[in-house]
């Protein structure tokens, strides 16, 4: 069974929305989708960046209000 | 009321004096209780390990006698905890008491887990516990030249640890004379050398100083200690003659085997410092799942919230403050500057130029950590 996960990095300079969102994909199982939560607009590049080099497939990118939602799927 | 604090670290040791301070009147009448669950009778000083992984330190500095940095009415037990019922405000420990408590601290830190990934246990040095650092240093002073790889695993606790050990093993191979027959390779994991942006535009010039090449995007896929070879989640490879890696960490196996949290860490609020869904259980240092650096400096001033609000909620029913995501790091930038990098949730930091003032104070806060947990800083 495959499961979303919210990962709330909003306002954090250390470790920031990509590395958290690494820990959180260690921790998944393949299949799950994490969802992050970032208020650094640089996140919605980053992010797509990382889960293209390593694999990993984009649900989702969007903005509501300051807060990017990035929701990725783990694939490996 | 009973308050438990179960962990006799940097976070769980400041609670607890801070507490002891400030109900000091309560626990003379019996109305407060203080007891501290550890796992050990010693207490280390663990910024120093990367001081004893280039002799500038040896291990028996790192360390004081718990029992001796706890205020006379902490009730101190090496004891650790091996089960939380939390629905039942109770503990169980190892020699099979049980605790029961009003109020619960939960201090009990983070590890490395370098066995999570192939071949790092093998193929690669550490300075993150006592023996490791001893090892690493006896490595570096065996090193005659050659390429040096350090690599940074994820979650990692103290996040300026990789940017140091570059400046620090660039002096330390200066200083021996053969600086010029070492090439020192940097790996980082996101997309810029260090996760904070500033710490990041700062360090990048200094590396292209100091001849640091990096390589970012890199997470550690696989060691393969035989051929001497660093693999990337993201495809790529570095040959190594000595690796140094920060692992990637896990809280301790007691959260995840009570379930309090995946790997260790335990769903807290990041205001209140509260377990999520737990109204007396409070949570600090390390162990928390949230997303702020997990170092001792965020552990001190989260450790000072939580005092004061349960010593004012013993007082006066109301706690007083929320905890703001303050951090305050020294950066090593080699074995005569430093600089430092204070945040929050709000504010970034804002980086200076490494001095030796700096450097001097961080040299004498490695001695006044020891009035810092006693809470006297
Ligand atoms: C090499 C290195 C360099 C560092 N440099 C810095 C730095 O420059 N600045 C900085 O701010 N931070 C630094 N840190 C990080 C800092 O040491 C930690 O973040 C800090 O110690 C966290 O405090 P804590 O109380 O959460 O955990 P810890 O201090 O690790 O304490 C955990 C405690 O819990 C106890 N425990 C474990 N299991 C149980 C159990 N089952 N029951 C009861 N007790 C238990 C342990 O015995 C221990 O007493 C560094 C760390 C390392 C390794």
Redesign the pocket.
């Known amino acids: 069974m495959s499961d979303t996960k919210v990962i709330d990095a909003r306002n954090t300079f250390c470790p920031g929305p990509l590395m958290e969102l690494i820990t959180h994909m260690r921790l998944a199982q393949v299949g799950d989708v994490v969802e992050l939560l970032s208020t650094d607009s640089g996140s919605a590049t980053d992010i797509p960046e990382w889960a293209k080099k390593v694999g990993h497939e984009m649900m989702g990118i969007e903005q509501q209000g300051d807060t990017w939602h990035l929701k990725v799927r783990k694939a490996k | 009321m009973r308050i438990l604090v179960?962990?006799?670290?940097?976070?769980?040791t400041i609670v607890a004096n801070n507490l002891a301070r400030r109900l000091s009147a309560e626990t003379r009448r019996g109305k407060a209780r203080i007891t501290m669950?550890?796992?050990?009778d010693r207490?280390m000083y663990?910024?120093g390990?990367?001081y004893v992984a280039f002799g500038q330190m040896t291990p028996d500095q790192l360390y004081r006698d718990q029992a001796s940095l706890l205020e006379s009415n902490i009730d101190f037990h090496v004891d650790?905890?091996?089960e939380f019922m939390l629905d039942q405000n109770k503990v169980r420990t190892q020699s099979g008491k049980v605790h029961e408590y009003d109020t619960l601290v939960i201090?009990?830190?983070?590890r490395m887990v370098p066995e999570e990934i192939p071949g790092m246990n093998e193929g690669a040095e550490f300075?993150?516990t006592e023996a490791s650092a001893v090892k690493l240093y006896k490595k570096l002073r065996e090193f005659q030249g050659g390429k040096v790889a350090v690599a940074v695993g994820v979650p990692h606790?103290?996040p300026?640890?990789p940017v140091e050990v570059m400046f620090s093993l660039h002096d330390y191979f200066k200083a021996r004379g053969i600086r010029d027959k070492v090439h020192l390779k940097y790996h980082y994991p996101i997309n810029r050398i260090h996760t904070i942006e500033n710490v990041a535009k700062w360090a990048k010039p200094e590396f292209d100083r100091i001849g640091v090449e990096y390589e970012t995007l890199f997470n550690i896929k696989e060691v393969d200690g035989k051929n001497k070879l660093l693999k990337s989640e993201e495809g790529t490879e570095y040959q190594y003659d000595l690796l140094i890696v920060i692992p990637q960490h896990r809280g301790?196996e007691?959260v995840e085997q009570n379930k309090l949290g995946p790997g260790g860490w335990i769903p807290t609020d990041r205001y209140s410092l509260k377990m999520n869904g737990h109204d007396n259980v409070y949570v600090?240092?390390?162990?928390t799942n949230l997303p702020v650096s997990?170092?001792?400096?965020?552990?001190h001033f989260q450790a000072e919230v939580i005092a004061e609000n349960i010593a004012s909620i013993v007082k006066v029913g109301e706690p007083v403050r929320d905890y703001d995501g303050k951090v305050y790091?020294?950066i090593e930038a080699g074995h005569d500057r430093a600089t430092y990098a204070m945040f929050n949730y709000q504010n970034p930091p804002d980086l200076k130029p490494p001095s030796k003032p700096m450097h001097w104070f961080k040299l004498s806060y490695n001695q006044m950590y020891w009035t810092s947990v006693r809470g006297l800083l």
């Open positions: 179960v962990g006799g670290g940097t976070a769980g669950l550890s796992a050990s207490h663990q910024p390990l990367l650790p905890v091996t201090a009990t830190g983070s300075f993150y606790k103290c300026i640890a301790m007691v600090v240092g390390d162990t997990k170092t001792g400096s965020a552990a790091c020294f």
